[in-house]
């Protein structure tokens, strides 16, 4: 069973402690306990958690202790301090300085549940970006980014979640201060400069008054240009001084230039050393955004992660529809692990929204996420599987997403699996690996 969010549950009451774990368990979270402030610490840093869930008093610190460092660390989750009635103050000031909720003693536990799920639905299971190795290596990237005042570069195939991880670097640096989204693709030429840098009144027919831009509303935050390969001539050269000086001038502006001093993440599809190379995108600005770079892999180099994306999307969209529960069949599960995705993570959560919205049983089948299969049709023109067929199709598939992560390491790839290095072996002789 994929685990659920990941609770980090810092209580050192040997009777409170476990109890509230056992609970969080049946809940479908995947909790783990810290008795203190530097065990708090250290599992925070190791593995970012989707929430927390503190005592305000330890053996070694406070809980407000813990909650600052790790605010300081770009390590913080959204956390819930248990408090007695002479702490109430106290808690109310960390809700103030960024807690998201505190409860009093004796702990209303069905009212922690709700919150942690309300927390938890809009973040990934495990509070990062996923279990794939792809992605925990793209979360270290990001985190270590986070902390350096540098352009970012965010590369991939269109629907694999560059936006998303645009928004864990945010969250990681400076979630109180704006995130400003722009499509460069998706707002006309002649209307782009002007909603990136604002205009002044009179700069142009119908400017009646001085409009403030998207650089301007980001100051202090973060500004993520998505598609930016796809800027004008005329754009890039004035991005190239907001990224080079960190200065800009609305449009119809004659005096001082305006600062900015936010955070700049760039993000294509696009192969941008090749349009360099045939004059489409300047050299000047490709040197000065490629500062940090990493790449978004495919959702099909990412099969740990297809499971836990789409419990996500499903939770998420029925929140948010006020749709009854559903699950997903063990047959659907095994249907997306042998889709090859070719629309990323987005293909994923409109099937996950489609079938959640239409599906005429709480359980989710395959016809549910792929309707343009008839039921018992061959895929393309192959005949149908049988269940043993679809279950060492499926195995086979992880065995080797999990020792492509690995680099042929199998030992490593057993470890990714849960599994003994022996059963990995029998298993990989069992499928011709």
Known sequence: MTPGPRILLIEDDPV????????????????????????????????????????????????????????????????????????????????????????????????????????????????????????????????????????????????????????????????????????????????????????????????AQRQAGLVEAAEGGTLFLDEVAELAPELQAKLLRLVQERAYRPVGGSGRERAFSGRLVFATHADLAARVADGRFRADLYYRINVLETTIAPLRRRAQDVEDLARHFLVAVERRLGLEAHCLSPAAVLAMADHTWPGNVRELRNRIERAAAMADQAEIGPADLFPERRLGDPADGAPAASLRDAVGQATKAQIQAALGESNGNRAEAARRLGISRTTLWKRMQEHGL
């Open 16 to 207: 409170l402690g476990p109890a509230l774990m056992q609970r969080l368990r049946l809940e479908g979270f995947a909790p783990e306990l810290a008795t203190t402030g530097a065990a708090a610490l250290a599992a925070a840093t190791a593995r970012p958690p989707a929430a927390i869930v503190s005592d305000m008093r330890l053996p070694d610190m406070s809980g407000e202790a813990v909650h600052r460092r790790l605010a300081e660390a770009a390590a913080a989750a959204p956390t819930f301090f248990m408090t007695a009635f002479g702490d109430v103050a106290q808690a109310v000031r960390l809700v103030k300085a960024g807690a998201r909720d505190y409860l009093t003693k004796p702990v209303d536990v069905d009212r922690l549940v709700a919150a942690l799920r309300a927390a938890t639905a809009e973040a990934p299971a495990d509070g990062g970006l996923g279990r794939s190795a792809a992605m925990q290596a793209v979360e270290v990237f990001l985190r270590k980014a986070a902390r350096l005042d540098l352009p970012v570069l965010l590369l991939g195939e269109t629907g694999v979640g560059k936006e998303v991880a645009a928004r864990y670097l945010h969250d990681a640096a400076a979630p109180a201060q704006p995130f400003v989204a722009v499509n460069c693709a998706a707002i006309p030429r002649e209307l782009l400069e002007s909603t990136l840098f604002g205009h002044e009144k009179g700069a142009f027919t119908g400017a």
